[in-house]
C-alpha cells in the first residue's frame, strides 16, 4: 500500500513468502477483520513464511476496539505485525489476537508477536475497553528495538479468558542501541491501561535499555490480580546494555496506580545485573511483589556495607534497617535507619524533595517481599546526621495498623534521588503496644529549688518498654498542660503526641512544685482519652 484512506478487510491470506500487507508509504490505512497466516477457520496454519503486516507509514490501525474488526495473525516466521523505520510514527495496533487461534485458545505462535524498530509514538493495545490485544504463543510477545512505544491492555502470554497459560517464551522484549535510551511506557495508572503479562516460559519483561516506564501491570498473575499465572523466569530482567547507558527505568511510581503486582514468577520478582561502567538507576516503587520463587527485588543478595560506599546495580543501595514496627490503634510506628552516607548517595533532586524515599510494605507470609504497600517517608541527611550515625527516624504511617496482625512482618526500601532502589530488608515482625494504664509517680526537688523529678513508685509495662522503679522515663503527657500553654487552634487533647521527659525546669501550666509529694498523672498513647 503506497497511498492513504485505504480499508483491507474481509480476507484470508496464507501461503504468502515474504509479507501478507505492506504498508509500505501509505498512512492513515484500515486493516480490520483478516486471516493472516491461517485460513477462515483460524484453527491451522496455512503455508507462511515472512511477515504478517509490515508497516512503514503512518497513522494506520491494524484491528480495532470490536470484535468484528479483530485481525487473527497466527503462524508467521516472522513478525505477525512490525513497525518499522523512523517514518513509523503514530500507528496503532488494536484488539487483535496475534499468535493463536480465533477463540484465543490454541497456540498458533509467530516467531514475533509485534516488533518495533525505531518508530515512534506508535500505541500496542489501548486504555479503552476492547483496544487491548491478545499476544501469546509467540516466541517474543513484543519485541521493542530503539522505539517510542506505548504497550497498554493486552493479555501477553495467556488465553483469551486471561486465566490460562499459551505463553510466550518472553513476554516484552525491550532493547536500544548503542547509548540510545528507549523511552517506552508499558502500562498505566488506569486499569484499562494495565497489561496482564504472565503465563510465558521466560522472563515476563526484559529490559536492555533506559528511560522505559514499566506500571500498574500484573506480572504472574491472571486477569484478576490475585490467581498465579508465573512467568517461567523472573518479572522483569534488567540486563546489561552498551557502555554508555544510563537507564533510568522506573517499574511502579509515587502515584496511585502506577505500582505494579509483581508474582508468583519462578525467580525473582525484579532482577537486574550490569557489567563495567553501566549504571542500571532502576526506581522500584510503590510496587506489590510477593509469592516469587527468588528474591523480590535481586541484586545479587549483597548485604549492607557501612556508609553505603560500594558500587554495582543501583549502587547497591543500603536497605533500611528496620528497628522497630509497632501497631498503634489503626496505625503503625516504625522506627528505621539507612546507613547510607550523603557522600555515597544523592539526599537531594534540587526541587525541594530532598531526602532518600524509604517505603515500607507489609511482607508476604514466606519470603524476604512487599506484598502490600504501607506507606513511604524522606529520610534526609539532616536524620542520617542526628545521634550515632546513621540517625535513627520514627515515622507513623497512618491506617497501615489495620493492614497488620500479630503474624504479620515489615519489609523496606531505599531509593536514592538518583533513582538507585535498594533490594528489600530483613522482615522484621510486627508489635502491638500495650496501654500503660494510670501511673503512680513521686516527684522529688532537685537541692537547688529549680526542678522537680518524677520516679515511678512501682514498675510500668507499656508499649515503651519494662521500666522499674526510679527509671527516667519519656512519653505521652498531658495532664500538665494548660490551655493558656498552647498554640492558637490547639486543644488539650491534641498535646498527646508530644513525646517528652517527665523531668521539668521549671515546670508549667497547671504544675505546682513542692519539695515532695505523691501524685498521679495520665499517661496516654495515641488514644484520645486515658486508660
Request: proline share 4%.
Amino acid at each position: 500500500i503506497q497511498t492513504e484512506g485505504c480499508s483491507i478487510s474481509g480476507f484470508a491470506m496464507h501461503g504468502f513468502k515474504a509479507i501478507a500487507i505492506h504498508i509500505s508509504t501509505g498512512n492513515n490505512n484500515l486493516i480490520r477483520n483478516n486471516y493472516i497466516g491461517t485460513d477462515y477457520s483460524a484453527n491451522g496454519l496455512g503455508d507462511v513464511t515472512g511477515v504478517g503486516v509490515s508497516v512503514i507509514g503512518s497513522g494506520n490501525v491494524i484491528g480495532g476496539t470490536l470484535p468484528s474488526e479483530r485481525n487473527i495473525i497466527a503462524g508467521c516466521t516472522g513478525s505477525g505485525v512490525d513497525l518499522n523505520g523512523t517514518t513509523s510514527v503514530g500507528n496503532r495496533v488494536e484488539g487483535n489476537y496475534i499468535g493463536t487461534d480465533r477463540l484465543g485458545t490454541l497456540n498458533l505462535g509467530n516467531v514475533f508477536g509485534v516488533s518495533v524498530s525505531y518508530g515512534t509514538a506508535n500505541v500496542i493495545g489501548g486504555s479503552v475497553p476492547g483496544a487491548g490485544n491478545l499476544i501469546s504463543g509467540n516466541s517474543s510477545g513484543i519485541l521493542i528495538l530503539n522505539g517510542k512505544v506505548r504497550v497498554e491492555g493486552n493479555l501477553i502470554g495467556t488465553d483469551a479468558a486471561g486465566t490460562s497459560p499459551i505463553g510466550n517464551q518472553t513476554g516484552i522484549s525491550i532493547s536500544a542501541f548503542a547509548a540510545a535510551n528507549s523511552d517506552n511506557v508499558i502500562g498505566g495508572a488506569s486499569a484499562g491501561a494495565r497489561n496482564v503479562v504472565s503465563g510465558n516460559t521466560g522472563s515476563g519483561i526484559l529490559v536492555i535499555g533506559g528511560m522505559n516506564r514499566i506500571k500498574g501491570n500484573f506480572i504472574g498473575t491472571d486477569l484478576t490480580g490475585s490467581t498465579p499465572l508465573g512467568n517461567g523466569g523472573n518479572g522483569i530482567l534488567h540486563t546489561p546494555g552498551f557502555a554508555g547507558q544510563t537507564y533510568n527505568n522506573v517499574i511502579g511510581g509515587l502515584t496511585l496506580g502506577e505500582g505494579n503486582t509483581i508474582a508468583y514468577n519462578a525467580l525473582a520478582g525484579v532482577s537486574a545485573f550490569t557489567s563495567g561502567s553501566i549504571v542500571i538507576r532502576d526506581s522500584i516503587l510503590g510496587n506489590s511483589i510477593h509469592g516469587n520463587g527468588g528474591p523480590g527485588i535481586n541484586f545479587g543478595g549483597t548485604p549492607n556495607d557501612p556508609q553505603d560506599a560500594d558500587t554495582g546495580v543501583n549502587r547497591l543501595q543500603n536497605f533500611p534497617t528496620i528497628i522497630s514496627a509497632t501497631i498503634i490503634g489503626s496505625d503503625l510506628q516504625i522506627q528505621y535507619s539507612i546507613d547510607s552516607a550523603p557522600a555515597n548517595a544523592n539526599y537531594d533532586d534540587g526541587l525541594g524533595q530532598a531526602g532518600l524515599i524509604a517505603e515500607f510494605f507489609k511482607a508476604d507470609s514466606a519470603n524476604q517481599e512487599g506484598e502490600v504497600f504501607l506507606g513511604r517517608d524522606r529520610y534526609t541527611s539532616a536524620d542520617y546526621s542526628t545521634g550515632t550515625l546513621p540517625g535513627v527516624k520514627t515515622v507513623t504511617l497512618a491506617g497501615a495498623g489495620s493492614l497488620m496482625s500479630a503474624a504479620s512482618g515489615v519489609v523496606a526500601s531505599a531509593t536514592d534521588e538518583d533513582g538507585n532502589t535498594s533490594e528489600f530488608s530483613v522482615n522484621v515482625p510486627v508489635a502491638a503496644s500495650t496501654p500503660p494504664g494510670a501511673c503512680g509517680l513521686t516527684g522529688l526537688l532537685s537541692a537547688d529549688g529549680t526542678t522537680i523529678t518524677y520516679s515511678f513508685s512501682g514498675a510500668l509495662a507499656g508499649p515503651f518498654g519494662s521500666l522499674a522503679a526510679g527509671t527516667p522515663f519519656k512519653g505521652w503527657f498531658s495532664y500538665a498542660v494548660a490551655q493558656a500553654d498552647l498554640s492558637p487552634g490547639q486543644n488539650r487533647g491534641d498535646y498527646k503526641y508530644n513525646a517528652i521527659s517527665l523531668t521539668f525546669s521549671p515546670p508549667s501550666g497547671n504544675q505546682t512544685v513542692t519539695d515532695s509529694g505523691t501524685g498521679v498523672i495520665n499517661i496516654y498513647d495515641q488514644q484520645t482519652t486515658p486508660y
